[in-house]
């Protein structure tokens, strides 16, 4: 390994004096190193007389290629984009960002270079320049994709940007501090934060918000460091982050991606962490067991105390740790694309390279092996396209994306997300941190000077050259989690209070044992193989006589309502005395009485339909109608009194004062549900403390609201916001909304509101919009789901549904439908063919290309079945 100082690599003043250089980022091609420094000015610098000595004295051999200048203040960061490295985004105090993209023009409109370094040699020209930030522009990161621009700044809010049109996308509002580092998963599921306040926060991309704030490693630590640079490792398994403390010792803390704990450091420093950066490339070296190979990672790390550590990943050593390099803090690290070479800068104004030799970090993974190690690690990575119907496929969904609406941006940002698998090896944490104050290391780096003049400096490895104490990675102690839509021609809405029906409980039983808990003997099951006993409690339970004892309405001296007589005629009007004894039912149009009865108790709910109405007593009678005023029925018997009548087409539901619910077809006098008890539904949630023995504790839940849909099926709504509806043939309630995912009664039973959804969450609602027979819904929540599939790159999931939707003919075993026999297979779903709506989601699902193979077999598959169905036509 050689370490070198290109004194070439500078900034300076007016008065030739170097100045600090605060940022550098190397092109992903690696031929250009772009910097940044307090002259105010973006300088790019040609890689080549670095890598070659002999360049490096070719004077014909250019080392400055440009000096870009459009800022006012000091230039805090700069950062290619990534994969060509189309666009140089630079950060000022200044408060700007200037997106820089090279000129073929002529060069002229580049400032002349320094004596020292040459004149400029390439044009470069400012594209954009972005405002918004209040305050100096602290950090920069683009998305692995280009798709986003993250910055931040000394504020405390986070800017989006869009990578294409540079747009302001969003507004990150979390952080109380300034935010000083910013760092991209590299699958673009998350983007990680570190502020001043002392926490690291991770947010989800889908739908922006805070996935996850991260504060012990940060508590005890200095507000000193200029920057908080952090770094995501290129496997996706870990950041490293900056400027923690454990034991009075700076460190580099390490949250791994399994459930974001921060139990590993990096020790070793004698200084607060300034920055990290983790190499681009993945190495093998032989495991520490001598058997065999391990892949690992590698990252460094630049502290206040001048030093620059580089680690590996997959042990608890240093591969090296420089102390006579710099004379100042290390503010920024790159790597080379090849990750043969490190270059960091610093405050004295000094850019230093550390080139590795071969062997050094291990043997670098060639790109074959390094996809196949990312796939392991569940990082979905960009697929080649294997024919041309891929592209009309990817042609398809992008015309369709288009025309679906104008708020197209904003529709993408809510599209979810999910962690992607963990290596199996992360880092390791071999021993504790010590409280006992660092002692300054004896040894010293061995320095030898070439013929050219260059320092050839021997690295100190840390099992030989530091103290015991230093340069390994320590556990710490875990971190603590710590408008109205307009009714649907269906509808039959019925809102019942705002407190929701009144109700009394019986009392609750107490259980067995003083806490309520079952007692001990009998209570605990062990398993013969040794795995722990399981402990059994009792829960809460609600009397069996009567259970619940819902409100009923209070007698009322009239009740008028309007019943619909069908299309194009007036309402009648029904109207309930209950003055008289025996109580008097009218129904009239306009000034004309239709017809009237006698009741002989009085009436407490009245509904009705173009097909009947429906008069519910006082004493558990209910009465039927037809529009004439025909008694289509005996009197009805109810087990309790009406709590709650409604109806809808031909049906009637009734929900009794016991707790009990009835849905009649009164037209063809057939039963859909046949006294179901709902207490289980206004049951609390369970809880095994005294306290939830209590009646005084128990929460009063009750019917907020009830829906009855056309085809006969309830919908519920407890004053928890929790919705139910009945499931006809399974004869069971199930849970198809709750407080944060509503049903929208007035709108058929759709959700409320839409937002990101994880793919359980639109699995969900696709079983719910099929339970509620929502064929619209279903519908645009299958395309969503279909969306999801494609950037999650759930592929067997993918294929599964469209085994699904395409029936007998797929050939694949996966799906329900194709272990089942082959009759039994329905074509159609809430009347919608199946096969039509697989063709519907082969365009967003063909969005992930590794997809293209299995699309194009149900594609071709489809075509076969049109072009048979079209032939079998033609012969009849």
Wanted: one cysteine or more.
């Amino acid at each position: 390994m050689y370490i070198f100082t290109p004194q070439w690599i500078t900034h300076t003043n007016e008065k030739s004096h170097k100045t600090p250089i605060y940022s550098l980022a190397v092109h992903p091609l690696g031929k250009r190193l772009a910097t940044g420094g307090q002259d105010s000015k973006v300088k790019l610098w040609n890689t080549a007389p670095v890598y070659e000595e002999t360049l490096e004295r070719d004077p014909d051999t250019p080392k400055l290629l440009a000096t870009l200048a459009a800022h006012s203040g000091s230039v805090l960061c700069v950062r290619w984009s990534n994969d060509e490295g189309l666009y140089l985004a630079s950060g000022s105090d200044d408060y700007k960002i200037v997106l820089w993209k090279h000129d073929n023009s002529n060069i002229s409109r580049n400032l002349l270079g320094e004596s020292d370094a040459g004149p400029p040699t390439e044009s470069w020209r400012a594209v954009k320049v972005l405002r918004g930030h209040e305050s100096d522009v602290a950090d920069l990161a683009w998305s692995p994709d280009n798709t986003y621009l993250a910055s931040c700044g000394f504020e405390t809010t986070i800017y989006i940007w869009d990578g294409k049109t540079f747009n302001l996308l969003q507004k990150l509002h979390a952080h109380t501090a300034f935010v000083k580092g910013v760092t991209w998963d590299p699958v673009g599921k998350y983007l990680a934060s570190q502020s001043d306040d002392k926490t690291t926060k991770i947010w989800r991309v889908s739908d922006w918000t805070e996935e996850k704030s991260i504060t012990k490693p940060y508590e005890a630590a200095a507000s000193t460091t200029f920057f908080r640079r952090l770094s995501w490792s290129p496997e996706g398994s870990c950041i490293v982050t900056a400027n923690g403390e454990s034991g009075n010792r700076p460190v580099a803390p390490i949250i791994q991606r399994d459930g974001w704990d921060a139990e590993v450091n990096l020790v070793g420093h004698s200084g607060p962490i300034e920055c990290a950066q983790f190499n681009p490339q993945l190495f093998d070296i032989p495991a520490q067991d001598g058997k065999g190979t391990t892949v690992t990672g590698v990252c460094a790390v630049g502290s206040q105390d001048n030093t620059i550590s580089v680690w590996r990943t997959s042990n608890a050593h240093a591969v090296t740790v420089n102390r006579e390099f710099f004379q100042h803090s290390i503010l920024d690290l790159s790597w080379s694309p090849d990750g043969d070479c490190l270059f960091a800068c610093s405050y004295d104004g000094t850019v230093g390279v550390l080139a590795f030799s071969d062997g050094d970090l291990g043997t670098r993974l060639p790109a074959s092996e390094k996809e196949r190690v990312l796939n392991t690690l569940g990082v979905k990575r960009k697929a080649v396209i294997e024919s041309v119907s891929q592209l009309g496929l990817e042609e398809t969904n992008r015309v369709a994306e288009k025309e679906a609406s104008s708020s197209r941006i904003s529709a993408l940002l809510g599209n979810g997300s999910s962690v992607v698998s963990t290596p199996t090896k992360p880092f390791t944490a071999p021993r504790p941190v010590t409280n006992s104050t660092p002692t300054p290391s004896t040894s010293t780096q061995k320095v030898s000077q070439t013929p050219d003049g260059r320092k050839r400096i021997k690295p100190i490895f840390l099992s030989t050259g530091l103290e015991p104490n230093e340069g390994f990675m320590t556990p710490q102690t875990p971190v603590p989690f710590s408008g109205a839509p307009q009714q649907s021609s269906d509808a039959s809405e019925n809102l019942i209070g705002s407190g929701g029906i009144p109700i009394g409980t019986g009392k609750r039983r107490k259980l067995n044992g003083e806490n309520g808990h079952a007692p001990t003997n009998g209570a605990l099951h062990s398993t013969e193989s040794g795995n722990p006993a399981v402990q059994y409690v009792l829960p809460t339970v609600m009397e069996t006589q009567q259970p619940v004892n819902l409100a009923i309405p209070a007698v009322q001296s009239s009740i008028v309502i309007q019943i619909p007589a069908g299309k194009g005629s007036n309402p009648y009007s029904l109207e309930c005395d209950n003055r008289q004894k025996p109580a008097k039912i009218m129904c009239s149009k306009g000034s004309e009485l239709v017809w009237a009865d006698f009741i002989h108790s009085p009436a407490i709910h009245v509904t009705g339909t173009p097909s009947f109405v429906a008069v519910a007593c006082e004493d558990g009678s209910l009465f039927t109608y037809s529009p004439a005023g025909r008694r289509m029925l005996p009197c009805i018997a109810l087990e309790g009194a009406a709590s709650f009548v409604t109806s809808q087409g031909d049906y009637l539901m009734c929900l009794t004062a016991v707790g009990t619910i009835n849905v009649w077809n009164i037209v063809r006098q057939t039963t859909a549900i046949h006294r179901s008890s709902i207490i289980h539904l206004l049951r609390a949630p369970f809880k095994t403390s005294d306290d939830s023995l209590s009646t005084n504790s128990t929460p009063r839940i009750t019917i907020k609201s009830a829906y009855l849909k056309k085809e006969g099926i309830p919908i519920l709504t407890t004053t928890l916001n929790d919705s139910y509806t009945y499931h006809p043939t399974m004869q069971v309630w199930m849970k198809v909304g709750d407080s944060s995912e509503p049903v929208d009664m007035m709108n058929g039973g759709g959700a409320a509101y839409a937002g990101s959804k994880t793919l359980s969450q639109l699995e969900n609602q696709m079983a719910c919009k099929a339970t509620l027979r929502l064929p619209k819904e279903y519908m645009t929540c299958l395309q969503r789901y279909a969306v999801k599939l494609a950037d999650e790159g759930a592929i067997t999931k993918s294929q599964e549904l469209c085994d699904e939707l395409m029936g007998p003919r797929s050939s694949s075993s996966l799906s329900i439908g194709n272990r089942r026999n082959p009759n039994e297979w329905d074509p159609l779903i809430l009347g919608m063919p199946k096969r039509t709506l697989l063709s519907s989601i082969i365009p967003p699902l063909s969005k992930n290309r590794s997809l293209q193979r299995t699309l194009e077999h149900y594609k071709t598959t489809l075509a076969e079945i049109r072009e048979e169905e079209h032939h079998k036509s033609m012969q009849l």
